[in-house]
């Protein structure tokens, strides 16, 4: 989630806001302030609605942030990384750093949320109870009362990735020992909800109700895109368990002398041979690689004048991996360290080069022959 705003950190979980969310929160005080709030208090000032939508708007949101605080304090108790807290459009998000080990763990993250919203659909129902009469106090607690129930309810649809998909997950999972198969059905029952949402919001603006209709598409969508990519994800991951990075290098990666100037290379190997990287040795041993990137970032009349020496990235500032590390680990190094490719070392000694490239190639091939 780019392009949000720090907030700051608790339990040392980053909170974010993303430019998306003043829309939806300008929205809410709006229908509040407009809405809500002069049709309970009639008496009150424009002034004192718009004041009462906007301190309930954010009440809300912190309570959506209490739900997503909730599920990161049952995944940190088991040992499970939290990246980040991201409130936007929809709601809110935490990015959980890595799936959670055991169905018993998936269960308890993923309910911990709706629990903490029901919690505070009760807090809230008890305010409004104790003090109906108390005009600046009764309206906000049982707008917010009965949004923290819809946000429990609504979370709890079996659709993956809504909680309820998670906890649907995690009994699939039980019953059948398989991750795979648990975030098969839990993917494919996300999608269905996802178009169910597509559906009734298609047949809500038909039928008038034109806003509330395209909110539930959009949200459907965004359900929809969720799903598939969970699942994208997880085809990736279980494709690539158990291969090394010696299996999808390659050694083909051209040797050249340092010396070489760029513009023969692109003329003589780029242009016309086709290749993509070039390595620059030293009897044998690493001192850097030259990638098209490097290339194009120095400018075309230099070229004749620059070293592939010059450009390319020396060894010491390249991140490494032997022909037996976990190609899954190899991927999480490139995206951590933000690189397309990186070299494959056996004792200082360079024995082929790794690529996204050419890891996607490796996926296609196994898709291909369906391996
Ligand atoms: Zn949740």
Redesign the pocket.
Known sequence: MNASIKLGTIWGIPIGLHISWFLIFGLISWSLAVGYFPNEYPQLSGTTNWALGVITSLLFFGSVLA??L??SFIALRNKIPVKGITLFIFGGV?QIGQEPKSPGAEFRI?VA??IVSLGLAGLFGGLWLLDQTVPFLAAPSLYLARINLILAIF?MIPGFP??GGRVLRALVWRWTNSFRRATQVASFSGQIVAFGFIGFGVFGMLSGNFMNGLWLVFIGWFLQNAAASAYAQLNVTETLRGVTVGQAMTRECAEIPGLTPLSQLVEERILTGGQRCFVVTDQDHLRGILTLRDISAIPQQKWRFTTAEQAMMPSNRLASVNPNTDLLEALQLMDNSNIAQVPVLVDDRLVGMLSREQILRYLRLRSELGV
């Open positions: 739900h997503e909730g599920h935490a993923a949320g709706p979370n809504l909680d």
